[in-house]
Antibody, heavy 120, light 109 residues
Framework: EVQLLESGGDLVQPGGSLRLSCAAP????????MSWVRQAPGKGLEWVAA????????FYADSVKGRFTTSRDNSRSTLYLQMNRLRVEDTALYYC?????????????WGQGTLVTVSS | QSALTQPASVSGSPGQSITISCTGT?????????VSWYQQYPGKAPKLMIY???KRPSGVSNRFFGSKSGNTASLTISGLQPEDEADYYC?????????FGGGTKLTVL
């Protein structure tokens, strides 16, 4: 059974840093691209970042480019999101999502999310 | 990276059909047949309902139907049931990025 287990969310001050993790047991993690999607309180979904199956390719939304970095450790079946220079508007529930296939680009499994709150 | 445009809300009575539109541009919805739709209940993670414009994952009811014409994709739900009441989001691949719609709240009257 595919599981996606996010952790690392916390309350942080503007300008601070945080690293999120997403443990991914239950499937062959190294074979799939992964993404991060966030949802601000009471708002819609926003794609944040994606990483290829090997980790060689990374892609970011303009709103986080230069501040966030996604990476993965295929030996540990774990996805990461390093968030630097955090802003109040980065406050959201952060989901990791498994990409269904290299063609479809759809997100067929989601974690339950980890909450990041940026506030002074 | 503008979001795709969806109506904020739609409603229908049990047994009726409703359609949710998702308007993008020639750089996303119009260019790629890679539109997906997600259902989200309050406090829950999104669930994939449609991928590659028209395909349903295993386990998703055939009451859910996806389509596309030009820069606009649509999700049609037939035979509305109370459990269909949720938020629905469209999503499109757009090259090196991915765009979501703003979401549509479906109310089953």
């Amino acid at each position: 059974e595919v599981q996606l287990l996010e952790s690392g969310g916390d309350l942080v001050q503007p300008g601070g840093s945080l690293r999120l993790s997403c443990a991914a047991p239950g499937f062959t993690f190294r074979n799939y691209a992964m993404s991060w999607v966030r949802q601000a309180p009471g708002k819609g979904l926003e794609w944040v970042a994606a990483i290829s199956d090997s980790g060689d390719g990374t892609f970011y939304a303009d709103s986080v480019k230069g501040r966030f970095t996604t990476s993965r450790d295929n030996s540990r079946s774990t996805l990461y999101l390093q968030m630097n220079r955090l802003r109040v508007e980065d406050t959201a529930l952060y989901y990791c999502a498994k990409v269904q296939s290299s063609y479809s680009q759809a997100f067929d499994h989601w974690g339950q999310g980890t909450l990041v709150t940026v506030s002074s | 990276q503008s979001a795709l445009t969806q109506p904020a809300s739609v409603s229908g009575s049990p047994g009726q059909s409703i359609t949710i539109s998702c308007t993008g541009t020639s750089s996303d919805v119009g260019r790629y047949n890679l539109v997906s739709w997600y259902q989200q209940y309050p406090g829950k993670a999104p669930k994939l309902m449609i991928y590659e414009v028209t395909k349903r994952p295993s386990g998703v009811s055939n009451r859910f139907f996806g389509s596309k014409s030009g820069n606009t994709a649509s999700l049609t739900i037939s035979g509305l049931q109370p459990e269909d009441e949720a938020d629905y989001y469209c999503c499109s691949y757009a090259g090196l990025t991915t765009r979501f719609g703003g979401g549509t709240k479906l109310t089953v009257l």
